[in-house]
């Protein structure tokens, strides 16, 4: 498949087929994923393939538990049912045959420890860091995804199951010093979903000529 039709008619697939994915199938995704570009070639990643139902289970019930204890809070209670759909990420989870969890580790450039001990206050600080872990890592999402679906195979990119992070945390033994960035269900795919339209190019691009 040639990377522009890749690109093109690549989809968020949320239904999967029971036919299963092979381990060295998932380890040439995962190798594809680590050649994306990082800064300063740190390779701030870190991917946790998991094949086992067990464990597979215990996260999907983690996230379960989590969101119905936040749908509880009485400051939630007018989004509860626009909420509620949130439910279905436990469902991808049991249904594809792989998780994949996408980790970065922490990191700082030499100019961002300058600027720490310059004093910068929080807010000032977060508008000059780049975040270059978050971006780095996100590179290698995207290099599986298109992998992925190259070869055949369905995921989806989700970041909404982070509201129990540290459930996840626990069940995957993470250590300190790396972070969950988000989890991809992988399977084959069962279903199609139409294209969704994009926004006008006059609206997100420029020329400055």
Known sequence: MELEEAILNRRSIRKYKQEDISTSQVEELLRLASWAPSANNFQMWFFYAIHSRETREKI??????KLEEVLSWPELQALKERLS????????????PWLIVFCMDDYKSAFEEILIKKGFDKEKLEKWRPHAEIQSVSAAIQNFLLAAHARGFGAVWMVGPLFAVEELEKILEI????????????????????????????????FIL
């Open 60 to 65: 999907a019930q983690a996230i379960e538990e």
């Open 85 to 96: 759909w949130m439910s279905r990420y436990a469902r991808f989870i049991r249904e594809a």
């Open 175 to 206: 250590p300190q010093g790396r972070r969950i960035l988000a989890l991809v269900p992988l399977g084959y795919p069962d279903e199609k979903p139409e294209p969704k339209p994009r926004k006008n190019p006059e609206d997100t691009w420029k």
